[in-house]
């Protein structure tokens, strides 16, 4: 999981995107970015296409690469998952960031709604949640 306490161009605001770290006065998650980026898209891309300053981007980026996040979730080793372009755990074949998982789950729902949500594998998703040992806890009533 992604902490963006530390980053200065990220807010958290419990009122916006259901209290998502978002770019500062804006309605955009930063996770859309860990995404678009993930993705094989550019930063500048990204600017251009939501109308963004692309230095506060790039600042996001920065913080993304070079200052650990203050809460870490150790993947080494789990199969479901590889490294995308930037660095950041995804789920394997998928470029599709891990720390989306932490986030939803942070929100209140389950594994399984983020499963179809998303459209990716539900088995992989237990995966990495037994290899996090968080289990069964963070998939309502479903045992893995």
């Avoid at 990220?10 to 993930?38: A, K, T």
């Avoid at 237990?126 to 968080?134: G, S």
């Amino acid at each position: 999981m992604i902490d963006w306490r530390g980053c200065p161009v990220v807010e958290y605001v419990p009122e916006r995107v259901s209290g998502q770290p978002s770019f500062l006065n804006l309605r955009m998650q930063v996770s859309q970015l860990v995404d678009w980026i993930s993705a094989g898209h550019s930063v500048e891309q990204f600017a251009e296409v939501f109308h963004m300053d692309v230095k506060q981007l790039r600042v996001a980026v920065e913080y993304l690469r070079n200052d650990p996040p203050v809460e870490t979730v150790d993947l080494t080793g789990c199969p479901v998952v590889e490294l995308n372009p930037i660095g950041m755990p995804s789920f394997k074949s998928t470029h599709f960031p891990v720390v989306t998982l932490f986030n939803f789950l942070k929100s209140g729902r389950t594994a399984r709604e983020f499963s179809d949500t998303y459209h990716l594998n539900h088995d992989h998703v237990k995966h990495v949640l037994a290899h996090t040992n968080m289990g069964g806890q963070r998939d309502g009533c479903e045992a893995l």
